[in-house]
C-alpha cells in the first residue's frame, strides 16, 4: 500500500507544528515541506533578545534544526519557493530559488502556510540602502550588522506598534532614536489612553524623539538614506527600521485558491479552502475569534500552532468531529520596565467585528495600603465587554511588575465567554506579598459593573 503524501508549504511555526503532529499521529504518510528562504525557521519575535546580545547566536534564533525533521522521517528542502497549485491534477509547482528550476510535486493532501511579508511604505525613495524591514532572517543579519556600525549614530523607527522593540534594540547599542508613528500614541491600536501614556512616558525618559501623528511622505539620500521626509519636516539619520504592518503572501494563489479582499485565503470552519484537498493554516488566513464569533486577523505563532494541530487531528476525517474552537488571540507589548499582554478584541477590534462594546479601565495599587508605594507599584487593567450581557470580549494587564500571567487568565475568561459577573467573583489567592484581598482582576470587574471599591 502507498503512503499517502503530504506537502506542507512554509516551515514556520504552523507548517512545524502541522509535520511533526502528522508523524506523531499517523503511520504510513509521506511528510515533504518545502520552504522558500536559505535559513530555516527563522523566529522574527526573538529578532529583538538577538539584536540586543542576549541570545546564543542568530542560527540559534529558530523553531527546530532540519535534523530534528531528518530523525523523524519529514523531508525539508529550503530555498525551495512554492509558485502554482495545479487542483486538476493535484501537484504543486516549486521553483528553486537557486537555479530557478521547477518542478511539480504530487499531494494527497496539501497544507498551505505561506506567511506573511513585511510591508514597506510606497513613497519615494524607499530602495535606499539602509532602510531595513524588521522580519526575517536576512533582515535581521542587515539591522544587525548597522546597529553594529559606529558611524550610524541616529536610527528612526518608523510605526509604533511592534516597532518599539526595535527602538529598545536600537538604545542598546547607544543609538540616538526617533520613533515615527501616524497614530496620536505609541501602541494605540491595541491600548487604551491610560496605557499608551504609561508607554510614552517610558520612552520619552530614555530619550527616545516621538513624532507622533506624523506621516511619512519620503526619504532622501544619495544611494543610502540621509533623511526621512514628513509632513511636519525632514528627520535626518542614518538607519531606518520599518515596522508598518504585514501582508499575506497569497499573490501566487490569487488564480486559483479564493482570497477575501484583503488577501487572505479564504478556508470554512474546518480550515479547508475550495480546492479539494487544499487546506490553509497559519497568518496569512483569517482563523475563527470567539470573542468577534467571526473570522478575523490574529496573527501569532500560538495561534497559528493551535491551528495547525487541529487541522491535523482532523484531517482525515471526511466530515470533522467539530469545527475549530476559536483562539482568543493574545500579545505581549514591552518597552523598558513596562509590561503589557493584550487579548481578544479591544474598542477598535470590536467596531471592525460589528460589536457594540465598552472598555472599562481600572488602575490601583498591586498590594494593600500598609505597603509603602515603593514596593507596591500600579497595575493596570482594562476590560472590554459587550454592552448587553457583559460577556468579557478582550482585556490588557500592565504594570512594572510582571503581571504577564493576569493576560493568560484573561485570556481563558474570553475563551469560555465568561461575564464581568464572573470574573468580579471569581476566588484567587490572597497574600499581601503579592495581592489584594481582592485581586487586581476581581477589582477591575467590580469596577466596570460599578460595584463599590473594597
Not at 533578545?49 to 530523525?71: C, I, M, S
Not at 537555479?99 to 514597506?120: A, E, F, H, M
Not at 539591522?143 to 522593540?165: C, R, T
Not at 532614536?177 to 487604551?192: C, G, Q, R
Amino acid at each position: 500500500m502507498s503512503k499517502s503524501k503530504i506537502v506542507i508549504i512554509g516551515a514556520s511555526h504552523p507548517g512545524h507544528e502541522a509535520a511533526i503532529e502528522l508523524v506523531d499521529r499517523y503511520k504510513d504518510l509521506d511528510v515533504q515541506v518545502f520552504e522558500a528562504s536559505d535559513f530555516v525557521s527563522f523566529m522574527s519575535c526573538g529578532m529583538k533578545l538577538f539584536l540586543e546580545g542576549k541570545t546564543t547566536g542568530q542560527d540559534n534564533v529558530r523553531n527546530f534544526a532540519p535534523d530534528d525533521f531528518k530523525e523523524r522521517g519529514i523531508k525539508l528542502q529550503n530555498n525551495s519557493e512554492a509558485i502554482a497549485v495545479n487542483p486538476e491534477n493535484k501537484t504543486v509547482t516549486i521553483k528553486n530559488t537557486v537555479d530557478q528550476t521547477t518542478t511539480d510535486v504530487s499531494y494527497d493532501k496539501l497544507i498551505l502556510t505561506p506567511g506573511v511579508n513585511p510591508q514597506n511604505i510606497d513613497v519615494p525613495g524607499n530602495d535606499l540602502d539602509h532602510i531595513y524591514l524588521m522580519r526575517g532572517y536576512s533582515w535581521a543579519s542587515k539591522i544587525n550588522e548597522a546597529l553594529n556600525d559606529p558611524s550610524i549614530k541616529k536610527v528612526s523607527v518608523v510605526g509604533a506598534g511592534n516597532g518599539i522593540s526595535a527602538v529598545e534594540a536600537a538604545l542598546s547599542h547607544g543609538k540616538e532614536v526617533t520613533l515615527i508613528d501616524i497614530n496620536e500614541a505609541p501602541l494605540s491600536n491595541y491600548l487604551p489612553e491610560e496605557f499608551t501614556d504609561v508607554f510614552t512616558k517610558e520612552l520619552t525618559d530614555k530619550k527616545v524623539d516621538l513624532l507622533m501623528d506624523t506621516k511619512v511622505t519620503g526619504f532622501k539620500g544619495d544611494g543610502t538614506v540621509e533623511a526621512i521626509v514628513t509632513d511636519k519636516g525632514e528627520v535626518a539619520t542614518d538607519l531606518v527600521i520599518i515596522t508598518v504592518g504585514i501582508k499575506a503572501n497569497t499573490d501566487w494563489l490569487k488564480d486559483t485558491v479564493k482570497l477575501n479582499k484583503a488577501g487572505y485565503i479564504l478556508t470554512d470552519e474546518y480550515f479547508r479552502t475550495n480546492l479539494p484537498d487544499v487546506y490553509a493554516v497559519g497568518d496569512a488566513i483569517w482563523p475563527y475569534s470567539i470573542p468577534a464569533n467571526k473570522n478575523i486577523p490574529i496573527p501569532s505563532a500560538t495561534a497559528s500552532r493551535h491551528e495547525a494541530q487541529y487541522l491535523v487531528n482532523h484531517l482525515f476525517e471526511e466530515k470533522p468531529a467539530r469545527p475549530f474552537y476559536g483562539l482568543a488571540g493574545a500579545q505581549l507589548l514591552e518597552f523598558g520596565d513596562v509590561h503589557a499582554v493584550v487579548t481578544g478584541l479591544n474598542s477598535r477590534t470590536a467596531k471592525f467585528a460589528g460589536i457594540e462594546a465598552t472598555t472599562s479601565v481600572y488602575v490601583d495599587h498591586l498590594r494593600p495600603d500598609f505597603i509603602p508605594d515603593e514596593d507596591n507599584p500600579l497595575g493596570y487593567v482594562a476590560l472590554t465587554f459587550d454592552k448587553l450581557n457583559h460577556q468579557i470580549l478582550g482585556g490588557a494587564v500592565m504594570s512594572t511588575y510582571d503581571l504577564t500571567g493576569q493576560g493568560n487568565v484573561l485570556s481563558l475568561a474570553i475563551s469560555h465567554r465568561l461575564t464581568l459577573e464572573d470574573l468580579a467573583e471569581q476566588d484567587f489567592f490572597f497574600s499581601p506579598s503579592f495581592d489584594r484581598q481582592w485581586s487586581l482582576l476581581n477589582l477591575a470587574a467590580q469596577h466596570a459593573l460599578g460595584w463599590a471599591k473594597f
